[in-house]
């Protein structure tokens, strides 16, 4: 695995926040702080969110890795910070989501798995309806961008023409 690659991963799984943080702006195209806030809040269901010193620190560490850049707007004599991502940090995204993407797919195999173990074991568990439903919403959903990603890279292999197979 290349040493960026290793860099994303362990940053993934070590500082998860940071990756929600990024992802939050990229999607906004733009955010402030209590913006990101309240959308961590959302995304945790109200139980969680970070401390505002702990968000703006680390909003200023993307600031110096050059991931995100600051730009000042007043609303009267209030000042808002507005944080939008780099060139360096959409590239990072690009490369973060693909791994985490790879990630989910797989976490979602082994859980597949284990339910199968338990099955086998004995263990019944009744589930509701509703988080029946819920779960073959969030199957078809992956369902849904596994079927469009692969549309996409058979036209990129389309695009790129036939194989050039140097071993004849």
């Known amino acids: 695995m290349p040493t960026e690659e290793v860099s994303i991963v362990r940053s ?29 809040e959302t995304i945790a269901a109200g139980i969680w969110k970070p401390s505002h010193g702990n968000l703006y620190t680390m909003l200023n560490k993307m600031v110096e890795e050059g991931l995100i850049e ?23 995204l690009r490369e973060a989501n693909e791994i985490a993407l790879k990630s989910l797919y797989m976490a979602v195999q082994y859980h597949e798995m284990m339910r199968n173990k338990l099955l086998e074991k004995g263990y019944r568990r009744e589930i509701a309806r509703e988080a029946v439903e819920e779960y073959l919403s969030l199957l078809d959903g992956i369902c849904k961008l596994l079927d469009e990603k692969r549309r996409n890279l058979r036209k990129m292999i389309e695009e790129l023409g036939p194989s050039r197979d140097t071993s004849s």
């Open 12 to 40: 993934m799984f070590t500082v998860p926040m940071r990756n929600l943080i990024l992802l939050i702006i990229g999607l906004k195209g733009e955010a402030h702080g209590y913006e990101i806030l309240k959308e961590i």
């Open 70 to 92: 600051p730009r000042e707007e007043y609303k009267g004599k209030r000042r808002l910070v507005k944080y939008s991502l780099t060139e360096r940090g959409w590239n990072y």
